[in-house]
Every structure is written in C-alpha cells, then in structure tokens.
C-alpha cells in the first residue's frame, strides 16, 4: 500500500509538471496505458493520479476515449474573479474597519516580502508573500472558510498555468497595486480599500482573460465586472432591501 502511494505521487507530479510546462498541450487526449507505458508504471496509480489532476481542474475524464487536457478557458477567469470580487472587496471593506496595529503590522509585512522578491526575482517567494496578504486580509474576518475558498479559487487558476506573471506585466507592476490596499486598510478607509481591492482584482482577471482568449472564446469587453458593483457590501451601501 505504501509503495502504491509513492508511485501514485510520483506520477501525479510527472504528469502536472507535463501539464503546466506545455509538452501535453491543452486539448490533447491521452489513454491511461498509454500514459501507463509512457511512465514505466501499472494502470492503477495512473487512475489514481488521474483523478486527482480532474479534481484540481487540470484535467477532463472522457468515457471510453481517455484524458482530456483542459486548458484555462475565459469563462473559467471570470467565473473565479466574479467569486473572488464578490468575497474579497467587502473583506477588504471590513479589514479597513477592523484591523488593528498588530493587523497593519502583518500586511505591511506581507508587502514588504513582495517587495525584497521583486528585487530579488524571486518569482516563488513573491507568489508566497502575494498570497499571505491577501490571505491576512481575509483573516481580519475571522472566518476560516473564507480564507480557504479564496486560497482555492487562486490554485484553480495558478495550477493550471494561468498567470499574469512575466506575461502581462511584471512584479513591481503588480506589487504597485497592492500598495494602496494596504494604505488604506492603514488609513482606515473602508471605501478606498473595497476600491483598491476592486481595482486589482478586476485588472487581474482582465489580463489573464486577454492571455487565454481566441478567435472561438474572446475576452469580453471592458466593464465586464460592472454588473456586480452595485451587489456588493460596502461601506455606505444599504443592505436593507428598498433602502435608497
């Protein structure tokens, strides 16, 4: 059984790592004996391996035809910043409202890491410190679950290659936008930390929407995001139905 877990774990790295590098391109069909004889190792740990790269989204299971490698598709995109505007915009909002000194401390922290890993080019640690504030951030709310499913929305997308890293912009551009979210959870000013965070998230989701597009899935238009404005809780806002 131990040893089934080791080769299971193997093949699962081998075959992410295939994935994420682009030698099994997005769209190609691979059969579980061909990926079995490929990899030296028994059907099983393959299947097993498989699953889990469909639960991480990386993968389809086609009936009878095999695995399906999916790429990052536009409606994929929004449909996780949609979710994470909807979350992180009104924590923002709250952080501005609550956080205290100690709270400050650890997003200053947080940026201050961006900051030495832009400089450094240390593209991991400065992926690592972007999501430890975004993950402080949330945690002002004291609600775990919160935390967790932001974290997940941002491995439903980075795992599967999407990033606006060295493609669309580099760190320092995206260490500017956190800035001013982080002065104004400081300052605190709830309305300008909701916009700031509104402001990143939409820029983000933006960009990588343009990296993904196609002829056959094309990146919408600008303002794409404006539906849910006037939905979400901020501050000044009503959250009593038929209030002005």
Do not use: C
């Amino acid at each position: 059984m131990t040893q089934r877990t080791t080769t299971t774990d193997r093949v699962f790295g081998t075959l992410r790592e295939s994935i994420l590098t682009g030698e099994f391109p997005a769209g190609s069909l691979h059969s579980i004996y061909r990926l079995a004889d490929l990899l030296g190792v028994s059907r099983t740990p393959v299947r097993e391996a498989v699953l889990r790269l469909a639960d991480l989204g990386l993968v389809s299971i086609e009936r009878n035809r095999g695995v399906r490698i999916r790429g990052v598709t536009v409606t994929d995109v929004r449909s996780v910043f949609e979710l994470r505007l909807m979350m992180e915009v009104p924590a923002a909002a709250y952080a501005a409202e609550r956080a205290t000194s100690e709270d400050v401390v650890t997003l200053e922290a947080a940026l201050a890491g961006m900051r030495v890993a832009a400089e450094l080019d240390d593209e991991g640690g400065f992926t690592d410190h972007d999501r430890s504030l975004h993950h402080a951030i949330a945690s002002i709310l004291g609600n775990s679950r919160l935390q967790q499913e932001v974290a997940a929305l941002r491995d439903s997308i980075q795992t599967r290659g999407a990033s606006t890293l060295h493609r669309s912009r580099g760190m320092p551009e995206i260490l500017e936008e956190h800035v001013p979210i982080v002065l104004a959870i400081a300052a605190k000013d709830p309305a300008a930390a909701a916009a700031r965070m509104e402001e990143h998230l939409v820029n983000t989701a933006t960009l990588l929407m343009t990296q993904v597009a196609d002829s056959d899935d094309p990146a919408p238009a600008s303002g794409w995001a404006d539906r849910l404005r006037g939905h979400l809780y901020l501050p000044g806002r009503s959250i009593h139905p038929g209030e002005k």
